[in-house]
């Protein structure tokens, strides 16, 4: 992945806008590798789908996946950041 710092700095006041996302990797990667396409589609039942915007909806996701989507820096404590 990228380093963010770093990518800050070198960018600069050439960013306008950032839509982040950071992911783990799992034990899943050694053998589907980080184009894991064991995803399933949207679920059809409405109180099992995870909605991400205005009637956008996740895939289901895999028991095992290769990845997953974290929380942005997560693993990393408050002295990283600082």
Same mark, same amino acid.
């Given at each position: 992945?990228? +380093? /963010?710092?770093?990518? /800050?700095?070198l960018l $600069? +006041? *050439? /960013?306008?806008? &950032?839509?982040?996302?950071?992911t783990? /990797?799992?034990?899943?990667?050694a053998t =589907? $590798?980080?184009?894991?396409?064991?995803?399933?589609? &949207?679920p059809?039942?409405p109180?099992? =789908?995870?909605? @991400?915007?205005?009637? *956008?909806?996740?895939?289901?996701?895999?028991? +095992?996946?290769?990845?997953?989507? &974290?929380?942005?820096?997560?693993?990393?404590d408050? @002295?990283w950041? @600082?």
């Amino acid at each position: 992945g990228m +380093d /963010i710092i770093a990518a /800050i700095e070198l960018l $600069g +006041d *050439h /960013i306008f806008h &950032v839509h982040a996302k950071d992911t783990v /990797i799992l034990p899943g990667i050694a053998t =589907r $590798g980080v184009l894991d396409s064991s995803f399933g589609p &949207v679920p059809d039942d409405p109180d099992v =789908r995870v909605q @991400t915007g205005m009637e *956008h909806y996740c895939s289901s996701w895999p028991s +095992d996946p290769a990845w997953r989507f &974290v929380a942005i820096g997560n693993g990393h404590d408050v @002295t990283w950041w @600082t």
